[in-house]
């Protein structure tokens, strides 16, 4: 078999190789760029397996000649900024975080919070304070731009003014400071009398709880998702464990990735639901907190197994170096659907920047040619049987 699939390969690699060919005498004059496009993406690859594996000195060196090839690459200049500041340089590091906002062709809010942060953690406090504001203003308000926000406030002895923020997040969620050292301050002189920060647009004038999920609804149907927001959390000033309109929020947060802020309202939500725990565990996934993400997906598999959560589970168990969770998981999820399980390995040891050689890569295409194959003859058998 395993012969018979490298010959329909070499035949697939002919037959593209020769178009590609002509296609490519064509084009001459591109085969500088394409190779200078090619040597920039291998020396970035290179950079960033070298800081994914702590080498953050080998990892600034090939960032720098990476940025000599490309300086417009807003991932890469993102991603040298952070090898400089693991390595001490912080004034370097905020010169590429600035370079990589202004190579951005849109406002990236992942730039302008790193920039912010990278402000704060050398007390350049007025700078991180108007990349925060600029984040929540083209944004949305997350809870730890505005954290950020109301120290930085203070060490600036403008505690009024961080009252105010502080305000903004003890109206919304009234529990979140709880267990927070930092905010203790704030939170003993907190009073319901304190204006908090008007950081949105005030809502629309109904108070009536059903009203206003009707109205969420119907924001979220026009494409309109800020009303829709405003709408929902205008519930939430009335109920704060409102399930439906914290359901509606968490929903809208994960839609845009802001998986944090997600998370506050999924936990007020009833674990009774596989819907709600594979939420929940996907919330900590994507904010790399494993176990809790683990804890959900276990929970989620006593209401169905299910192949996705067997490879989030494997995920989870690899990123926290848990060698034998991880091969429980990938032996449930190769039971399953094997050929989920083989791309996965394959993947994996490609992201933690493993070289794979060609015979490797060869034989990966062969393998999901071979499923592919299975897969049409599959449909082909079904399709005959429906005809008969």
Known sequence: MRKVLLSFFGVIVLVFGGFSYKVYDNYKSREEKINHVLEFQKVAFKAYSKLMSGENKEAVKLYEEAVKLHDKDTKTLLDYSTALAKM???KKSIEMYEKAYLSANYKNEEVLEKLAKANFDIQNYDKSIKYYKEAIERFRPKYRYIENII???DKQNKTD???KY???IQEKSPRYFIGKKDFDKFSNIYTKDIKSYDLLPLYDTTQNLEAL?????EYEKKGLDDKALKAYDKILYQDVNHQKANEKISNLLIKYKDYEYAIVHLETLDNDSLDVLNKKANAYHQIKNYEKAIEFYEQA????ENENIYKNLASCAFRMADKDKTMKYLKKLKELNPRMAYNFEYITLLSMGHEIDEEDR???????TWYDLQELLLKNKNKKGKDT
């Not at 999920?213 to 609804?217: A, F, I, P, Q, V």
């Not at 598999?301 to 169905?304: A, R």
């Open 88 to 90: 001490g340089e912080n």
């Open 151 to 153: 120290i930085a406030l």
């Open 161 to 163: 003014e961080a009252m």
């Open 166 to 168: 502080f305000a903004y």
């Open 213 to 217: 999920l009707s109205l969420g609804e």
């Open 301 to 304: 598999l006593k209401l169905e």
């Open 362 to 368: 060869i034989e990966y295409h062969i393998v999901n």
